[in-house]
Every structure is written in C-alpha cells, then in structure tokens.
C-alpha cells in the first residue's frame, strides 16, 4: 500500500502539470509578452512606416488619375476622341508606369454619351496596343483639372502682348554703385597695406 500511494501521486501529480500547460494560456501569452518587450521597438516599426507612407501612396494615386484622365475638352460634341485626346491616350499609354496604366473617361450627363466616349477611347487605345492586353479604362466623374487649348492658347497670347518691356530704374541714393573702385585696406599702388611679407 505504501508504494502504491506515491506511484498514484506521481501519476496524478504528471496529468495535472500537463493539463496546467493546455489549460493556462496566460503562461504562453507571458512567454510572447516577454519576448515583444525585449525587442522593442522593431516588432512596430515597419506598422508606423506604412501608416507615415500610406497618405503619400493615396496622393500619388490621385496624381496618377488625374494625370490619366480625358476630360470632357478632348471630346467633340459628337462624343468622338480629338486629335488632343489620342495625343493624351498616347502619353498615358508612353509615360505611365505600367501599375497605373489605367485610362479614366470623364462621364457625361447621358449615358449614351459616356457609352460613346468609352467606344471612341477604346478604338484610339487599340490602335496604339495592337497586340498585348489593353489597358483598363474606367469611367469617372471627376473632371481633371485642365481648360481647352483654345483657352490656354488666348491665355499665352494675352500675356505675351501685355507684358512690358523690361528696363531699370533710374539710379537713388540707396541702389546707386559705390565710387570707391580701390578696397579700403589698399594704397595707392592697388596692394594692401600693413604687414607684408617682404620684411
């Protein structure tokens, strides 16, 4: 009986440890707490990077969309592309990284019109892409923030004529030059005084 008692002990003593491993979570989360504690701060620091570079990315997206988008001047009034708007699919399809080749047609107010303009965009990206897979073209309502060549064109000439032929002012106190020509330290002969080497 003796040595059936201690036999039982260690036997029960053995199930309760390996339940108190299972059944204690706390031990384990100790373990992973101790080990973020000690390497602090490098488990965080690739978390606060991305949330420093997450604005940046949403803004060069944006830039990105505006920069590929064929605002409603591109389009004639029959809603096909203009000679503007293939010049500015090809510099979407030539300067655009290929992750933001993606064309945005600006909507109309009907849909026909939209569903025109998407036709028209497809044809001028097909013919530049004659083989590969076409670039996305989406549609948006954001209109870029662009004015027609006509507008630009009056725009330039008006200033061009306006601007007035530049020439100085006449002379004052204040902006006259110095009539001194000599520096202040120099004698008569242009070499500075005082101590010279020659002693």
Known sequence: MRRLVP????????????HACADWPWKHKSGVDAARNNSWPQPFRAADANSVVAPFEVMRNNGWREFNTLGSAVFT???????????K?????T??????????????????ETDARVESTQLAVSKLVPV?????ILVTNVEPSASSGV??????????????????????SVNAPATQSVAPNA???????GGGAGR
């Open 151 to 172: 507008y630009q064109t009056t725009v330039q000439r008006a200033l061009i004529t306006t601007t007035p032929t530049p020439r100085l002012g006449a002379f004052s």
């Open 7 to 18: 036999g039982i002990l260690a036997v029960g003593f053995g199930m309760i440890s390996s």
């Open 77 to 87: 009034k029959d809603n096909e592309l203009s000679e503007a708007g293939n010049l």
């Open 95 to 112: 300067l655009s990284p290929s992750s933001q080749q993606i064309v945005y047609v600006k909507s109309s107010i009907r849909k026909e």
């Open 187 to 193: 004698n008569q002969g242009g070499m500075a005084s």
């Open 132 to 136: 590969g897979p076409l670039p996305q």
């Open 89 to 93: 699919i090809e510099q979407i399809l």
